[in-house]
């Protein structure tokens, strides 16, 4: 059985070599998240890794980092709005084209994805121009509509794909009971699509709080972003203290991750 | 029709009206801007007084800007194929492992995808630099003499990119190789294929349609990297989202600007076009 020995080994050459590189990327994957957890615990001044020493110091100076706190506030403003802006338009535009059959339905499908492909920059500066020509002057309230309008891809796509999970019996044994329809939709097809409709919101959410494209060009001169300032300070000179931000948002994202896992089985709708 | 008073689209489905409110939003907030992108462009001047394709002219002829696109669509297919490597071996060992492996590994996945890119790009800040992992590691068995310059590096950049757009393309692929019919492979085992052979035979064709969808995620987005091409490629490197934001912003030349992001949106359209035509074609290969 020579033959049936060498395709053994054949396969377990595969195995190892595909396993070898899978480790790789794992490991890829796993070292930014630990580098930067480490790291903000070091007591030095600069991005020397491993760290001289360990200390609580650059946690310690987060308190008294007034631009970095005032910029996550109004991340968290502007990613708190726009998801909720993004939630109510993409539901309604999720439920009419998740089971429909029109042609008209598609077209209306590519258009409200299509600001997932197109480079954000572009979009970013094509609205700053376009507000500043209607006279609209840059605020929140721009920042909200541009996040807005990157953001409700995320809400559609997991709300459409819940909504075309969802049995038709159901609908049609609720309707054929006698109930309207937005009696069954209150009662029986949002209680189905919530989850999907959270992830969505969830990712939108996630995806505004770390937009750096549209706010660059849609906030006035007053108005810190949480990413660019960080961006910024890097830029500058490496700065200990942002691995201290960054490792609490890491440690939020974890948290509220695996809340969302137990919740609406998240990762199972990021495909 | 099931009932006579019964209107409009059967109960399992809802009227198009519903996408309304949204239609509105997208044709005044997105459609409405990218034509005005459109018009912008056209005008010859930053004083924006009088049309003519100018600035069409100009990206064709300073021998720069072309220079600058071709460079960042090259930067995104190398980045692309690395990820692939990676992306396919790493799906490849995921739908083979055991269900609670497979569960870890998920999160390991997906994990990144929700952390800030900022967050990211900064941790291979930290990796590359001079006092970084890297360098400590080979330093510490005595391979190098002094710090290798890993930062502002092209091969720094393909690398870290690679690596922050890497569940895009991995969770494509996972889907792809789910759906793999594991017979085909045992038949083809079977029939005395050897395993290299079945993989770049039976798997590697079958699971075209994934990997084009990775390579579409992982090409657009790393073109776009704004954040990981400016802090990981620094100054010495130009690539569009940097040459756009410049021309914009710190020389307020916004006709100029405008006619580079078409250009640079066009570009992506058209590799997107390509990605899909690919796509569909893989698709029907597979069908007949």
Not at chain 2, 185 to 207: N, Y
């Amino acid at each position: 059985m020579s033959t049936g020995r060498r395709h053994e080994a054949s396969t377990i050459a595969l195995t190892a070599v595909l396993g070898a590189i899978a480790l790789i990327a794992t490991l890829l994957l796993l070292a930014p998240t630990v580098v930067v957890i480490v790291l903000s615990f070091t007591n030095g001044y600069s991005l020397k890794f491993p760290p001289p020493g360990y200390s609580l110091r650059w946690y310690e100076s987060l308190p008294g980092a007034f631009q970095l706190q005032y910029a996550a506030l109004n991340s968290l403003k502007v990613a708190s709005t726009s998801t909720l802006l993004a939630v109510v338009l993409g539901v309604g535009a999720a439920m009419a084209i998740a089971r429909s059959e029109k042609a008209m339905a598609r077209v209306l499908d590519s258009f409200f994805m299509s600001p997932l492909i197109l480079p954000a920059l572009a979009f970013g500066l094509a609205s700053l121009i376009y507000f500043s020509r209607i006279g609209i002057e840059l605020s929140l309230l721009t920042l909200v509509i541009g996040h807005a309008v990157v953001g409700v891809p995320y809400v559609i796509r997991t709300t459409v794909a819940a909504l075309s999970q969802m049995p038709a019996a159901l609908l049609e044994s609720s309707a054929s009971l006698g109930a309207s329809r937005a009696y069954t939709f209150r009662r029986v097809t949002l209680p189905l699509i919530a989850p999907g409709i959270a992830a969505g919101a969830f990712i939108c959410f996630m995806s505004s709080f770390d937009n750096v494209p549209v706010s660059l060009f849609l906030r006035d001169a007053s108005t810190d972003m949480l990413p660019i300032r960080m961006w910024q300070d890097l830029e500058g000179r490496l700065d200990v203290s942002i691995a201290a931000v960054s490792s609490l948002m890491v440690l939020v994202t974890l948290v509220l991750m695996i809340v969302m896992e137990r919740l609406t089985g998240i990762s199972q709708r990021m495909r | 029709m099931n009932s006579p008073v019964m209107k409009g689209p059967p109960v399992t489905g809802y009227s198009l009206a519903f996408a309304t409110p949204l239609a509105i939003f997208f044709v005044l907030f997105f459609l409405a801007p990218l034509l005005l992108l459109i018009l912008i462009s056209f005008y010859t001047t930053p004083e924006m007084q009088s049309f003519g394709a100018d600035q069409y002219v100009k990206i064709a002829t300073d021998g720069f800007t072309l220079g600058v696109l071709g460079d960042t669509l090259w930067l995104g297919l190398q980045t692309t194929l690395l990820c692939l490597l990676l992306g396919y071996a790493l799906a490849w060992s995921y739908v083979r492992s055991p269900g609670a492996v497979q569960k870890v590994l998920m999160l390991i996945i997906v994990m990144p995808l929700l952390t800030s890119v900022v967050v990211r790009t900064f941790a291979w800040v930290v990796i590359l630099g001079r006092q970084g992992i890297v360098n400590s590691v080979l330093a510490e068995f005595g391979w190098i003499e002094a710090p290798l310059k890993l930062l502002y590096t092209r091969a720094g950049l393909v690398v870290s990119l690679a690596n922050v757009q890497l569940p895009l393309m991995a969770l494509p692929l996972i889907t792809a190789l789910q759906k793999l019919d594991p017979n085909l492979e045992d038949a083809s085992a079977a029939l005395g294929a050897s395993a290299l052979r079945t993989f770049t035979r039976i798997t590697l064709p079958l699971t075209l349609p994934g990997i084009l969808a990775g390579c579409l995620l992982t090409f657009a987005a790393s073109i776009t990297a704004f954040i990981s091409q400016s802090l990981i490629g620094g100054g010495q490197m130009l690539f569009m989202p940097m040459y756009i934001y410049q021309q914009a912003s710190s020389l307020q030349n916004w006709p100029f600007a405008a006619a580079i992001s078409l250009v640079f949106l066009v570009a992506v359209m058209a590799c997107v076009t390509v990605f899909n035509l690919l796509g569909r074609l893989s698709r029907g290969h597979i069908a007949a």
